[in-house]
C-alpha cells in the first residue's frame, strides 16, 4: 500500500508535463515542454506531496504521525508557494524594468508613441502595481504639464530600483532572525535524537501515548505559531 501511495503522489506530482517531458527525445520538444512546465501552478505539486506524506505517516505511525506530518508538509508546502510566488514577482518586475528602460531609450529617439506608453507598457508591468499606475499616468502628465515623457519614465525607473536595493537590504538584514526561528523549530529533533541515543524511546511515546501525543500535537501548534510570528516579523 506504500509503494501504491509512492506511485500514485509521483504520478499526481508529474502529469502531465513532467511525465511528458521524460518520453519527448528531441531537444526542440523537451526544451518547450520544460518551458510550459515552469509555468505551471506549483500549488498542485504541494497539495499532492503534503497528502502523500500524510497518508504515509498515517500508514507507518499511526494519526498522531499523520497529524504532526500535516501540519510540517503544510508548513513547507506554503514556503514553497511563497518563494515560487516571489520568484516569478521578481522575474515579472525585472522585465518590467527592462521594458521601462527600453520604452525611454525610444522615447529619446522619436521611435514611442502614446500608445506604446499607454497601453502595452501598462497591461504588461500590472502586475508590478505601482510601476504600471504610474507608466500609464507618464503620457496624460507629460501632455498637461510639457515634462518630457522620457524623464518621467527614467525617473519612475530609478525609483523603482531604489525600492527593490533598500527591499533587498532590508531582506539580507531579516535574514538573521529567520533562520534563528528555523533553528529554534528544529531544535526539537535533535531532543528526539538523544533520547534515542541514551536508549529511550521517544518516538514511541509520542505517537503512542496519550500524554506523548498531547505533547507532541502542543508543541507542533506551539512551533507552527511561532515560525508565522517570526514570519509576520521579519515581513
Do not use: K, N
Request: net charge positive; proline share 4%; aromatic share 2%.
Amino acid at each position: 500500500m506504500i509503494a501504491a501511495l509512492l506511485l500514485a503522489g509521483v504520478v499526481v506530482v508529474l502529469w502531465p508535463t513532467r511525465l511528458t517531458v521524460l518520453t519527448v527525445r528531441r531537444p526542440r520538444d523537451r526544451a518547450a515542454l520544460l518551458r510550459a512546465f515552469a509555468t505551471q501552478d506549483p500549488r498542485r505539486a504541494a497539495v499532492a506531496g503534503s497528502a502523500l506524506i500524510t497518508a504515509l505517516a498515517l500508514l507507518a505511525g499511526g494519526p498522531v504521525a499523520a497529524v504532526v506530518s500535516a501540519a510540517y508538509s503544510a508548513l513547507g508546502g506554503r514556503a514553497f508557494l511563497r518563494r515560487s510566488a516571489r520568484q516569478r514577482a521578481a522575474v515579472e518586475r525585472s522585465a518590467a524594468l527592462d521594458g521601462l528602460a527600453a520604452l525611454a531609450a525610444d522615447l529619446r529617439a522619436g521611435l514611442a508613441t502614446a500608445a506604446a506608453v499607454t497601453s502595452p507598457l501598462a497591461g504588461a508591468t500590472a502586475a508590478s502595481g505601482r510601476i504600471g499606475a504610474l507608466t500609464a499616468s507618464v503620457w496624460r502628465l507629460a501632455e498637461r504639464t510639457g515634462a518630457p515623457a522620457a524623464d518621467l519614465v527614467e525617473r519612475i525607473e530609478a525609483d523603482a530600483r531604489a525600492s527593490d536595493r533598500a527591499a533587498a537590504s532590508a531582506a539580507a538584514q531579516a535574514a538573521g532572525a529567520q533562520a534563528t526561528a528555523l533553528l529554534l523549530a528544529a531544535l526539537p529533533i535533535g531532543g528526539i535524537g538523544l533520547g534515542m541515543t541514551i536508549g529511550a524511546d521517544p518516538v514511541r511515546v509520542l505517537l503512542h501515548t496519550p500524554i506523548g501525543a498531547a505533547c507532541a500535537i502542543v508543541a507542533v501548534v506551539l512551533q507552527t505559531a511561532g515560525l508565522l510570528w517570526a514570519e509576520r516579523l521579519a515581513r
